[in-house]
């Protein structure tokens, strides 16, 4: 069995139910998933005893948290080590509008600039809507890009944009992959 790091940052939620999502999808393939959210205390977080680490992080403002990137940059060569793979969660990843996905794109390249990090694998995910955190006016924004961009909020204000299966998909490779790397280098 593979030891297999994901670590996550996040702000409004749905990046922790994507790593949560993420971990349970590499234990039913056999594998051991240590799950570490960034804003708790890990005194000794060994990226190294690992086999693999998946990080994830979502984007606010057209850019990923300074904590998410203060770790990367200072565990980027146990990071390498390893195979390894970057989930950049965001509202953007969600649209079919050609600017929106250019935007996620570029979000992921700001972050490897500023990490210096180029991970092996790579996913946009589309993160959700949590319209109940919004004033009237914000709430009316959101409603009317959400519009531009046919896509239909939920009336809860809860609006889920992830696409699981192709979570899914990425994490079964990802996972295929690892196997197959340790497989060879044992």
């Not at 593979?2 to 994507?18: A, H, N, P």
């Not at 990367?72 to 390498?80: D, F, L, T």
């Not at 409603?143 to 990425?170: M, Y």
Request: charged share 25%; aromatic share 8%; no cysteine.
């Amino acid at each position: 069995m593979l030891r297999i790091l994901v670590t996550y940052d996040t702000s409004d939620g749905q990046t922790e139910k994507v790593a949560h999502h993420v971990a349970r999808q590499i234990e039913r393939r056999g594998q051991v998933a240590r799950l570490v959210n960034l804003d708790s205390p890990n005194d000794k977080l060994e990226i190294g005893d690992f086999d693999a680490s998946l990080i994830i992080g979502a984007v606010h403002g057209g850019q990923h948290s300074q904590h998410l990137t203060e770790f990367v940059r200072s565990s980027k060569q146990s990071i390498e080590r390893t195979p390894n793979a970057f989930l950049s969660v965001s509202l953007s990843a969600a649209s079919h509008e050609t600017t929106d996905k250019l935007d996620a794109e570029a979000f992921m390249q700001e972050f490897e600039r500023e990490t210096g990090w180029t991970p092996q694998y790579s996913m946009q995910v589309a993160g959700a809507l949590h319209e109940r955190q919004f004033g009237w006016f914000q709430r009316t924004i959101v409603r009317v890009l959400l519009k531009q961009r046919n896509i239909v909020p939920e009336p809860s204000g809860e609006t889920e944009l992830t696409n699981w299966p192709a979570l899914d998909d990425f994490v079964r490779m990802f996972v295929e992959q690892v196997t197959s790397s340790t497989a060879h280098t044992s």
